[in-house]
């Protein structure tokens, strides 16, 4: 006999219409509505047209949370607990040159906690972690559950970076990718239900957010970022996930190259005891927070020796091997470089990172469409940093790419996003001030 379609609890229409009307959704509500568009009850244009509401009329702490539970409950859990170790995890937000979790993840495993860094890749202007690992000859970012688990016990480096696995909150993954057509990403507690549900699903014991400020971020003014890093520390939290925030600058790009195997070879150079000191003290803010956050803290001079004698880059010889890249291997490098040089002498006061992100995109190394392909070699780097005296006619960027006729639309990305101001003016001194105070500008637990 055939069955008869299964009774829904609810319809989508009068879930849209509540709030549509700016009402609060109940729990069962959230939880059909979730659920029933995972499965494809709930179709493509009433999602759209309630993400558009909550959009516009928000949702409350009950309602993100339940939101975010609802998203977990689509889809499995990793388990660490069998490991015998802790376990940190970093959630950047996303911005320019930001390589950070290359460094970090092998520099907290020292310390003896473990590193589950499931990650993505780029879309848009803000590099993707998966995209620069891949520059690796031979590196692969699949592992199955089994290999993640083997990396992170005590037979393993102790850290892995990989591609989160599709199980894990699949209904993020249909919901973010509507979102990015209907113009409802930046939305704070869409925002910080997406990011948690997969962190939260992903297992970790502890849980440190890098949320970015600035022309280079999401979040551009610092209340909003502040709201966005409070949402998701109280969704980590009452997960039972020691979850920290800093917030940080996302005005101008991290350290000295935005782009794939640009950034590893930087990354390498911090593994090496050296690297830019923007990124070097992210590093270790990061870090810092990440193995107090697992209980185990560290003050920043041990971190430091880790870095200097070694240690970390040991263990990231051992994560890139275990999946197939050789360490060792020379990363590949752009056929084609255009240098932009100093129109006048003075203080370099703005590098803007939206525009080296756009600028780094247009060159082949980010991708407008997730199965775009990306170029390994393809990026900018930077001469100089605000806070820099230059003279006219100096180096300030170089532009690297395998097809030297993506040129013309980089510089033109580039436009307006240089200032150099005289040396002794107020902007001047602004710019040094604002380079020596660090990139960390809050923090939140
Ligand atoms: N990153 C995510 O994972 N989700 C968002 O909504 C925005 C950024």
Known sequence: MPTAPAVEPFDAVEVIA??????????????????????????????????????????????????????????????FSGIGRPTA??????????KTTLPLAPL????????????GRGLGHTGGT???????????????????????????????????????????????ALRDTTATVSCVPLIASSIMSKKIAEGTGALVLDVKVGSGAFMRDMDTAR??????????????????????????????????????RESLEVLAGG??????GLTLALATEMLDAAGRPTGEDELRAALADGRAMDVWRQMVRRQGGDPSAPLPVAPETEVLTAGEDGVLTGLDALKVGLAAWRLGAGRARKEDPVQAVAGVELHAKPG??????????????????????????????????????????????????????????
């Open 89 to 98: 995890d970093k959630h950047s937000t996303g911005g320019v040159g930001d």
């Open 275 to 280: 690297g830019p000191a923007d990124v070097v």
């Open 227 to 264: 709201e966005l890093a409070g949402t998701m520390v109280c969704l980590g939290t009452q997960a039972g996930v020691t979850t920290r925030a800093l917030l940080t600058d996302m005005s101008t790009p991290l350290g000295l190259t935005a782009g794939n195997a640009l950034e590893v």
């Open 130 to 176: 998966l995209d620069k690992m891949e520059s690796i000859p031979g590196w692969r970012a699949a592992l199955s559950n089994e290999e993640v688990l083997d990396m992170l016990g005590p037979s393993g480096p102790g850290a892995v970076i990989c591609a989160a696995g599709s199980g894990l909150a699949p209904a993020d993954r249909k919901l973010y």
């Open 108 to 119: 907290v495993a020292v310390f003896g906690v473990s590193v589950p860094q499931l990650s």
């Open 388 to 445: 820099d005296a230059v003279r006219r006619g100096q180096c300030l960027l170089t532009l690297h790419t395998a097809t030297p006729e993506r040129f013309a639309r980089a510089v033109e990305a580039l436009e307006g996003g240089v200032t150099i101001s005289p040396a002794g003016s107020p902007a001047a001194a602004e710019a040094v001030a604002r380079r020596e105070a660090g990139v960390v500008l809050g923090r939140l637990a």
């Open 18 to 79: 509540a709030k549509r009307d700016r009402q609060r959704l109940t729990d069962a509500q959230i939880d059909w509505v979730v659920g029933a568009y995972t499965r494809g009850v709930v179709a493509e244009e009433q999602m759209s047209a309630l993400a558009m509401a909550i959009y516009l009329n928000g949702m409350d702490p009950r309602e993100t949370a339940r939101w975010t539970d609802a998203m977990i409950r689509t889809g499995g859990r990793m388990d």
